[in-house]
């Protein structure tokens, strides 16, 4: 079992950076693929971005796509969330989750260990 752990969040302004990361417990994070997903206030969680178990596959959101990196490093079993160039828009509750399969998908049913969230927040 993997118990996954945000931190990072924040209050931002448009264009700045922000990085969060999830460290997970558990005796198998390397065999688990890993999934940011975010949820903005009074709107259903959406897919963010998605590694594979050795790091070598990611997928993104079209709206943070070119903006976001999603990366992992399985010795500190921690996985980041690199956020460049932030909007308003992504304001939201950012959720780690974390796969009993080592492939990603973009699918949040997927997703079997959730965190509890770290809040994001992106003034204009």
């Known amino acids: 079992q993997v118990q996954p752990v945000e931190s990072g969040g924040g209050l931002v302004q448009a264009g700045d950076s922000l990085r969060l990361s999830c460290a997970a417990s558990g005796r198998t994070f390397s065999g688990n693929a890993m999934g940011w997903f975010r949820q903005a206030p009074g709107k259903e969680r959406k897919f963010v971005a998605a590694i594979n178990w050795s790091g070598t596959n990611t997928y993104y959101a079209d709206s943070v796509k070119g903006r976001f990196t999603i990366s992992r490093d399985n010795a500190k079993t921690t996985t980041y969330l690199q956020m460049n160039v932030l909007k308003p828009e992504d304001t939201a509750i950012y959720y780690c989750?974390?796969?009993?399969?080592?492939?990603?998908?973009?699918?949040?049913?997927?997703?079997?260990?959730w965190g509890q969230g770290t809040q994001v927040t992106v003034s204009s």
């Open positions: 989750a974390a796969r009993r399969l080592p492939y990603a998908t973009m699918n949040e049913g997927d997703y079997n260990y």
